[in-house]
């Protein structure tokens, strides 16, 4: 978890992106690291297996993030996942926006290139965190709208791949040859997926029960 005044992710976004909160409430923005497969998604799975189950990881993030609002009963603490829609079909929240004014990934977009090669192209940004470079996920907030920090120092986040030549690869290998995941390599990582949570993302999610070892029945 990264910690962030609301007031940073506000600044860098159009109104109609805004978290609806005070510019100095508190927030942490949630990633995942590529244990996590091992370590919370399959023992969720284990545990829960008579239940239904409709996607193991968004519900394993959601029962995680639930257990730790639990640990603040005297707290007003709001969860933002990042698979939640607002009616207008918009993100609740930017993800890897959180991420970057939190200092937890760097952003690398388009505007973050001098000489663009692309034209009309429309480019999609991407996050690479310096220990696990693509090899990690952005899952949600945590929102303690009772709690201001208006002192907070905002921590820059570290720009690993700071070569021009780099970032249009990655924005290259990430907007076009994203299936292959070479982008995850841009820099050096020292952890990524294992085969088995590869090979999981990269089956279609209705055949990812029988990875998991789940009953059809469970889905």
């Excluded at 998604?41 to 394993?60: A, S, T, Y």
């Excluded at 001098?114 to 999609?124: N, R, S």
């Amino acid at each position: 978890v990264f910690l962030f005044e609301v007031g940073w992710y506000n600044a860098v976004l159009q109104p109609a992106f805004h978290l609806p909160y005070p510019d100095d409430t508190l927030a942490f923005v949630v990633l995942s690291t590529p244990s996590m497969f091992d370590k919370a998604l399959k023992p969720f799975v284990n545990k829960e297996r008579l239940k239904i189950i409709r996607d193991p990881v968004d519900q394993c993030v959601s029962h995680h993030l639930s257990r730790v609002k639990e640990k603040f009963p005297d707290q007003r603490v709001d969860v933002m996942f990042d698979y939640e829609m607002l009616p207008s079909r918009k993100p609740r929240f930017l993800a890897q926006t959180a991420a970057h004014v939190a200092g937890a990934a760097y952003y690398y977009q388009r505007k973050d290139v001098k000489l663009d090669p692309w034209g009309k192209k429309k480019i999609f940004g991407v996050c690479i965190h310096p220990k696990y470079g693509g090899w990690f996920a952005i899952r949600g907030l945590l929102l303690f709208p009772d709690i201001q920090v208006p002192l907070l120092e905002q921590p820059a986040p570290v720009d690993c791949v700071s070569t021009e030549e780099k970032r249009i690869e990655l924005l290259e290998q990430f907007n076009f040859h994203w299936q292959d995941g070479r982008y995850r390599d841009i820099i050096e990582v020292k952890e990524r997926y294992s085969e088995e949570q590869k090979a999981y993302f990269a089956t279609p999610p209705a055949e990812r029960f029988r990875l998991l070892g789940l009953p059809q029945e469970a889905q």
